[in-house]
């Protein structure tokens, strides 16, 4: 059975997928094989454009998600629209259940939890 709503927090070196059951919260923690600790330009890139994100990383996530109904996607910076951008390529089934993109800092789990039910309390509402 699918859990209602979830929330994905992600920046490259870490995701967290909570996964909301009544009054439980389920944590999962995935983190790429090769972290980025700084991203570079590409050195033959005269572009400027960043190195993409880490496809396995986004894939290992996106499973965790598939129990989620409906998911909104929290982050600090570019990973959580690297992600997106993946989604919709990659991931088909879960592409229709995103319901936001919203930038966030780095949040304790507690605060992306009551963010979350605050969000997902008022998307509810407007449905």
Known sequence: MKNHHAALWLDHEE?????????DVDL????????????????????GHR??????????VAKHLEEAAEFVVL??????????KWLHKSAHSLEPRLVGVETVDHPT??????????????ADRMR
Not at 54 to 59: K, L
Not at 75 to 84: C, S
């Open 28 to 47: 999962v923690k995935v983190h790429p094989e090769k972290p980025h600790h700084h991203l570079h330009n590409k050195s033959d890139n005269k572009g």
């Open 15 to 23: 995701a967290r997928v909570f996964l909301f059951h009544h009054d």
């Open 75 to 84: 982050g600090p910076g570019n990973a959580k629209l690297e992600f997106v």
């Open 51 to 60: 190195v993409a994100g880490d496809p396995h990383f986004y894939a290992e």
């Open 109 to 122: 789990d507690g605060q992306i939890v009551a963010y979350a039910k605050k969000y997902f309390r008022a």
